[in-house]
C-alpha cells in the first residue's frame, strides 16, 4: 500500500505542550548485536586500541557538548556520561576482558556495562535504577562506535523527530538544533528526554507507536502535544487549520502568563483560590510560573508504585520537596487512588474496576500501606504547620471514613509516644466523587474537615457512562444539568456545617465552569497548573454579580444543550 | 593508611549528582580510595561503583585512603560528605 499521500493519525501521551508543524526525520535505532565471539590473540593489541580510540572520541564529543551547553541538566547529564568513560574500574575490566578472556572490544564494552546496569536496576533505590537508563545508552552509544555503526544523526532546525528513544547526550545535541517536536514510542515521564524538552519547549508526545506504520523522511508533520495528536502527510486544508492552532497557541501561551501574575481578585474585589493539581517533582517549577495557590490535589499514585517497599522514608522526601517548591501555601494530599489491578504482586483483575476495588475501600484493607502513608503525612506535617491536609479518595459510605479517622488516630497515637513533633490537627477530607455522598452529604459533612468534588467520577457514576467506551462517550459531559444540582447539593451541606469545599475535577479547569463554581460560592477551585491563567483571565474580569447571575441561569436549564449555550459566551477569548 | 566513618546526609541520598562530585574530588588525589559499605569494596575513584553502593540517607560508610596524600584526600572527602556535597536540600 502507498501512503505517500495518505494521512496516517496518531495518538500518544503529550508531555511538553504545543504544536509542531515540520518534516519528519527518522533516528533509526539499530539494535547492536554483540556475541561473546574470541578474538585471535594477535588481535588483541588492535582491540585494545580500539577500547582506547572510542573512549577519547566519545570524551572529546561530550566535553563539545557540555562546553556549548546552556542548559544546568544537560551539563550534568553530560558530567556524568563523561565520568562513566573516564572510570577506572570500568576501563580496567574491559580491558582484562579483552586480554585475558579474549574478548572481542564490542562485547567486552557491553557484558562489562551490563553488571553495572543490573546492579543499579536491582538495587530498590529509586534513583538507582532510574539512571540505569543513562549506563545504557552509553553502552549503546560505545558499542556502536568500536563497531563503526554509529546512528546518523542528520537533522534540520524545524524538523519533526521520530525515535523509539533518545538517549541522554543525542537528546542534548538535538536541543540545540531547533526542532519542531519530538515524537517518542517509549520514553518515561521522568526520561531525560522530556524534562529536556519541557524545559525547551519542545512539544513532545511519548508512548506513539509510529514504528507501525510508514512512516518516511521528509513527510510532512503535524504533532499536536496539546491533545498528544500526530498528523502525518495532512492534507492542506488541516495544515491552514494547524497553522492558525499553533499561531493561536502561541499569543495563548504568551497572554496567559501575563494573567498568572495578577492578584486573584473579581472585577468587584472579591477573592478567590486557584490551586495546581501536581503529580510530579518535575511540575513543581510551573506552580509559581502559572501563579498556583498550592496544591489543592497532590496525587501520590505514581510516588507509590515506584517506590519498590512503599517505604516512608522515600514518601517523606517526596513530599518535603513539594512543601519546599509551594513556599507558605496548602498542599491537599490525596491518598493513594488506585485500582487493585495496580498493586504489586496482585495479578488478580476486575470485570469493572471503575466500580471495584480502589480508593479507600483498597486502602482500608491493605492497613500497612495505609499506615505507612499516613505515617509519612505526619512525620513531615511536623516542619511545615498548618500546610498539610489529607482527602480520602472514593469514598462511598459513612463507615469508610470512620474506619480511616480510627487508623490516622492510631499513627499519630504512636508517633506521639516516639517523641515525634507532628502537625495533629491535619484536616481530613474527602472526596465528592460517588452520588451515594451527596445524597448523604448533609450527614457526612459532621464528620470530615473539608469536601472536594472530584467531577470527572461523580460524572461517570451519575451518568452511568464508561469514558473508555467509544460507542458512548459522547454521553460523558459534567455540564449535565444533574452534576450541577450535585454540586449544589454537596455546597449546601458543607454551608450549614460550615466546612470547607472546592473542586479539584477537570471541570474547574475550564473557564466558564469555572465562573460558574464560583457564582455558586464555590471560591477555591484546583487544576492543572496551565489552565490557570485562562480560568483567572475569566474570572477577573467579571463581577460576583454576573457570575452568580450565570450560576442561577445554569441551575435552572432542564437541558445539556442550554447550559452549553449559556457558556458560549463565558469561554476564554482575547 | 586513613580511614574514617561517614554518614550520608543527603535527603535524597548518594544519587548521581553527589556521586559525581566525589569521584571529581577524589581523583584529583594521587592515593588510592576504597569505599567500604555492608561488606561491599568499591573503587571510591569510579562512579559506576559509588552509584551502585545505591547509598540512601543516613547510609554509613567507611573511607580508606592509602598513599602520598592520604591525609589531606581524606580531610577533603570527609568534608563533601559534612557539606552534603552542596547540594540544596
Redesign the interface.
Known amino acids: 500500500m502507498k501512503t505517500e499521500n495518505q494521512s496516517i493519525d496518531l495518538q500518544g501521551k503529550a508531555v511538553s505542550s504545543g504544536i509542531g508543524i515540520g518534516s519528519a526525520t527518522i533516528l533509526s535505532s539499530k539494535s547492536i548485536t554483540v556475541r561473546p565471539d574470541k578474538i585471535d590473540p594477535n588481535k588483541i593489541d588492535v582491540h585494545l586500541q580500539k577500547l582506547k580510540d572510542s573512549r577519547e572520541l566519545l570524551l572529546s564529543e561530550y566535553k563539545v557538548l557540555k562546553e556549548e551547553s546552556r542548559l544546568q541538566n544537560a551539563k550534568d547529564i553530560l558530567e556524568a556520561q563523561i565520568q562513566t568513560l573516564k572510570d577506572p574500574e570500568v576501563n580496567k575490566r574491559i580491558q582484562l576482558k579483552i586480554e585475558s578472556e579474549r574478548h572481542s572490544v564490542g562485547y567486552s564494552i557491553f557484558s562489562t556495562l551490563n553488571d553495572y546496569i543490573q546492579l543499579l536496576e536491582t538495587s530498590g533505590v529509586k534513583w538507582a535504577t532510574e539512571r540505569a537508563v543513562d549506563i545504557v545508552a552509553i553502552r549503546d552509544e560505545w558499542v556502536d562506535v568500536v563497531s563503526e555503526n554509529r546512528r546518523e544523526v542528520t537533522m534540520e532546525k524545524g524538523d519533526v523527530i521520530f525515535a523509539e528513544e533518545i538517549p541522554p547526550a543525542l537528546m542534548v545535541k538535538i536541543s540545540r538544533i531547533k526542532v519542531a517536536a519530538i515524537v517518542m514510542e517509549k520514553g518515561g515521564d521522568t526520561s531525560h528526554a522530556v524534562i529536556l524538552s519541557q524545559s525547551l519547549g519542545i512539544p513532545c508526545v511519548i508512548n506513539t507507536h509510529w514504528n507501525r506504520y510508514q512512516v518516511e523522511k521528509g513527510m510532512l508533520v503535524i504533532v499536536d502535544a496539546l491533545e498528544g495528536h500526530i498528523i502525518i502527510n495532512p492534507g492542506d486544508q488541516l495544515l491552514v487549520q494547524y497553522k492558525e492552532k499553533k499561531k493561536r497557541e502561541l499569543s495563548r501561551v504568551k497572554k496567559s502568563l501575563k494573567w498568572a501574575k495578577k492578584e486573584n481578585i473579581t472585577k468587584c474585589g472579591s477573592t478567590f483560590s486557584l490551586r495546581a493539581n501536581v503529580e510530579f517533582l518535575e511540575e513543581l517549577p510551573k506552580i509559581s510560573l502559572y501563579g498556583a495557590n498550592g496544591i489543592g490535589l497532590l496525587r501520590t499514585e505514581t510516588i507509590l508504585f515506584e517506590t519498590t517497599k512503599f517505604d516512608v522514608k522515600e514518601q517523606v522526601e517526596f513530599y518535603s520537596k513539594v512543601l519546599q517548591a509551594t513556599k507558605k501555601e496548602s498542599v491537599t494530599i490525596r491518598l493513594f487512588d488506585a485500582g487493585g489491578d495496580k498493586l504489586i504482586n496482585d495479578k488478580s483483575s476486575e470485570a469493572n474496576p471503575f466500580l471495584g476495588w480502589r480508593g479507600v475501600r483498597m486502602l482500608l484493607d491493605e492497613p500497612q500501606l495505609l499506615e505507612k502513608q499516613l505515617e509519612a503525612i505526619y512525620r513531615v506535617s511536623g516542619k511545615y504547620m498548618g500546610r498539610l491536609k489529607i482527602l480520602i479518595p472514593m469514598v462511598s459510605r459513612l463507615e469508610e471514613i470512620v474506619a480511616l479517622k480510627k487508623i490516622a488516630k492510631k499513627v499519630r497515637t504512636e508517633l506521639d509516644t516516639g517523641n515525634v513533633t507532628f502537625d495533629a490537627a491535619i484536616p481530613i477530607g474527602i472526596m465528592v466523587e460517588v452520588p451515594s455522598i451527596v445524597m448523604m452529604a448533609n450527614k457526612i459533612a459532621a464528620h470530615v474537615d473539608f469536601f472536594s468534588i472530584g467531577t470527572n467520577d461523580l460524572t461517570q457514576y451519575t451518568l452511568a457512562v464508561d469514558r473508555g467506551n467509544e460507542k458512548i462517550s459522547n454521553l460523558f459531559d459534567s455540564y449535565h444539568p444533574a452534576i450541577w444540582k450535585m454540586i449544589k447539593m454537596t455546597k449546601e451541606a458543607a454551608d450549614m456545617h460550615q466546612i470547607p469545599i472546592s473542586v479539584c475535577g477537570e471541570m474547574a479547569s475550564k473557564p466558564e465552569a469555572a465562573a460558574c463554581l464560583l457564582g455558586m460560592g464555590i471560591n477555591d477551585l484546583s487544576m492543572n497548573s496551565s489552565a490557570i491563567p485562562y480560568v483567572k483571565a475569566v474570572i477577573c474580569s467579571h463581577t460576583l454579580k454576573e457570575l452568580k447571575e450565570l450560576s442561577r441561569l445554569v441551575l435552572k436549564e432542564d437541558e445539556l444543550e442550554g447550559i452549553h449555550k449559556l457558556f458560549s459566551k463565558w469561554k476564554f477569548t482575547y | 593508611m586513613v580511614r574514617k566513618k561517614v554518614t550520608v546526609k543527603n ?3 548518594l ?3 553527589p556521586a ?1 562530585v566525589l ?2 574530588v577524589a581523583s584529583k588525589f594521587e592515593s588510592e580510595f576504597t569505599i567500604k559499605m555492608y561488606g561491599y569494596h ?2 571510591g ?5 559509588v ?2 553502593l ?1 547509598a ?2 543516613g547510609s554509613e560508610m567507611e573511607l580508606i585512603f592509602e598513599g602520598s596524600d592520604e591525609k589531606k584526600a581524606l580531610a577533603k572527602v570527609v568534608d563533601l560528605f559534612k557539606n552534603k556535597f552542596e547540594e540544596e ?1
Open positions: 535527603e535524597s541520598g544519587h548521581a549528582r559525581s569521584v571529581q568499591v573503587n575513584k569510579s562512579i559506576l561503583g552509584m551502585t545505591a540512601e540517607f536540600d
